[in-house]
């Protein structure tokens, strides 16, 4: 059977470095780092997600300024508040909570978060600097796919990677990081033919879809290493739910040398590399 990769725990131990290293910087600043993060309507996934990272915040010592806003606020309406955080020196991190509501454009918004406040890293000026070999704030998924595997001293060097999934949010700044680790990169995605076959060749196999339970048996090689960023939600016959990701675990978990769980995997690494862009944002400008 295959080893965990266990996310939640190296979590922890991040966030418990994190607060060491607020408590020591804390006299100089005078401040705690801060975090925003904008949210806008009722989505109740997204209200789960928010909860998770102010509680964390709180856990490590980095102040919240959260906003929640009603599902008609308007472009301009965020636009302003993105603004004005953007001059607030109380906060390190800006963080706008998607899906939003159809009639905004997410784009546009994360375009106005200060490249140096962009706690999801996600700017075109960070995603640059991630594709240019520079040091900038990396997006949170990613950077938590290859924050584990460092933790677990996983090789990659050299390694055939396949990420399956091609988004702006994962697929492509992880192809970019496994690159900058000196991986042979393929990126597959819904078009792709015989991707079975291709994912099949990965050493490392990243999956990023958003379909639940997609990669099966067949995709997977033998010792390979399974990466599952997706999080999804079944409901069986009754009407309970559970949460899956994009690997089916069950058959993939007597193929793979290592594998991550869902939850308790990718999901955590993410919330901690969303405060550990916070505190390194925060550490430039005290």
């Given at each position: 059977m295959a080893n965990l990769l266990d996310g939640k725990?190296?979590?922890?131990?991040?966030?418990?470095q994190l607060r060491e290293i607020i408590k020591s910087r804390k006299p100089q600043?005078?401040?705690p780092p801060g975090l925003a993060v904008l949210m806008v309507g009722d989505n109740p996934a997204s209200a789960v997600y928010v909860r998770n990272k102010e509680k964390s915040c709180e856990r490590v010592g980095i102040a919240s300024f959260g906003q929640h806003f009603p599902a008609d606020t308007s472009q301009e309406e965020l636009t302003e508040a993105i603004a004005n955080l953007n001059e607030d020196d109380r906060v390190d991190g800006i963080l706008v909570q998607l899906p939003l509501p159809d009639h905004l454009d997410a784009v546009s918004l994360l375009y106005e978060i200060a490249p140096h406040k962009d706690a999801d890293g996600l700017h075109p000026m960070n995603l640059g600097r991630l594709a240019r070999g520079e040091k900038g704030l990396r997006s949170c998924t990613p950077a938590g796919v290859?924050?584990?595997?460092?933790?677990?001293?996983i090789p990659l060097a050299g390694k055939r990677a396949v990420v399956l999934g091609r988004s702006i949010l994962v697929g492509k700044p992880m192809a970019l990081m496994l690159l900058e680790a000196n991986c042979t990169v393929t990126v597959a995605h819904s078009r792709t033919e015989n991707l079975e076959a291709i994912a099949s060749e990965a050493d490392i196999l990243i999956a990023a879809v958003g379909r639940p339970e997609m990669v099966k048996a067949n995709y997977i090689k033998p010792g390979a290493v399974v990466i599952d960023v997706g999080i999804n939600r079944l409901e069986d016959a009754n009407?309970?739910?559970?949460?899956?990701?994009d690997v089916d675990f069950q058959a993939a978990?007597?193929?793979a040398g290592y594998i991550t769980p869902v939850p308790g995997g990718i999901g955590p690494m993410t919330v901690a590399m969303l405060l550990?862009?916070?505190v390194d944002s925060y550490?430039?400008?005290i």
């Open positions: 725990t190296t979590a922890q131990k991040i966030q418990w600043g005078g401040r290859m924050r584990l595997l460092e933790e677990y001293q009407g309970k739910s559970r949460l899956v990701g978990e007597p193929i550990q862009n916070t550490q430039k400008r």
